[in-house]
């Protein structure tokens, strides 16, 4: 596609419930980046995937998080158990090669309400 | 622990003036450096990338680097209302991930 796409754009839950956030990257983009941001912060890295492998998983925060790309396009973050502080705005990003070079280019994000 | 640092502000400028907005970071191995834009509510969005020390321009905007310092800027010329938003700014670390700054607010004021 043209952009990055992110669905749902907002998703509320009850706290426990379990969540799966979709991404579909620009076409031909090998790497993929999963952030969160709260308000009044930056983006906070979570993972990224290099084709199907997960390069990079030092921030998801704890076991509760995962995140997949098994065809080396879209990708799906799951949330298990979620908890209030799980309450973000989810970004996802793609770029042409591994790293910023060229820079990232962002979906709209996933805004998540656990209540 | 890999840190980027900017004053949350807000920044203030008259419409016209020259905003400028600094960055630190904390990993001296950084090789690229670069600056988002994002208007509330919004995703960021790439405005510039600075790879080596000096000066880049594109336009209206100035990005300035100092390895040695461990300081990136921005500067917008001319700025417009248009422009306010917070401006972020990312470093990418040795695992070639972005890590960025937590933001500075900037206001045009018409």
């Known amino acids: 596609g043209a952009g990055v796409s992110q669905t749902p754009s907002n998703k509320v839950t009850e706290k426990g419930k379990y969540v799966e956030l979709r991404c579909d990257p620009i076409?031909?983009?090998?790497?993929l980046y999963w952030y969160r941001q709260s308000l009044g912060q930056g983006p906070e890295f979570l993972i990224y995937f290099q084709g199907t492998g997960a390069a990079d998983d030092s921030g998801l925060p704890n076991d509760r998080f995962f995140a997949v790309r098994p065809e080396g396009s879209v990708s799906t973050l799951k949330i298990q158990r979620t908890e209030r502080g799980d309450s973000a705005v989810y970004l996802c990003?793609?770029?042409?090669?591994?790293?910023?070079?060229?820079?990232?280019?962002f979906g709209s994000g996933t805004r998540l309400t656990v209540v | 622990q890999k840190e980027v640092e900017q004053n949350s502000g807000p920044l203030s400028v008259p419409e016209g003036a020259i905003a400028s907005l600094n960055c630190t970071y904390s990993d001296r191995g950084s090789q690229s450096f670069f600056w988002y834009r994002q208007y509330s509510g919004k995703s960021p969005e790439l405005i510039m990338s600075?790879?080596?020390?000096g000066d880049k321009e594109d336009g209206r905007f100035t990005a300035q680097l100092n390895k040695a310092s461990q300081y990136v800027s921005l500067l917008i010329r001319d700025s417009q209302p248009s422009d306010s938003a917070t401006y972020l700014c990312a470093v990418e670390d040795s695992s070639y991930k972005l890590i960025f700054g937590s933001g500075t607010r900037l206001l045009v004021r018409p």
């Open positions: 990003a793609s770029s042409l090669a591994t790293g910023g070079a060229g820079g990232y280019t």
């Open positions: 076409s031909g983009h090998t790497a």
């Open positions: 600075i790879y080596s020390n």
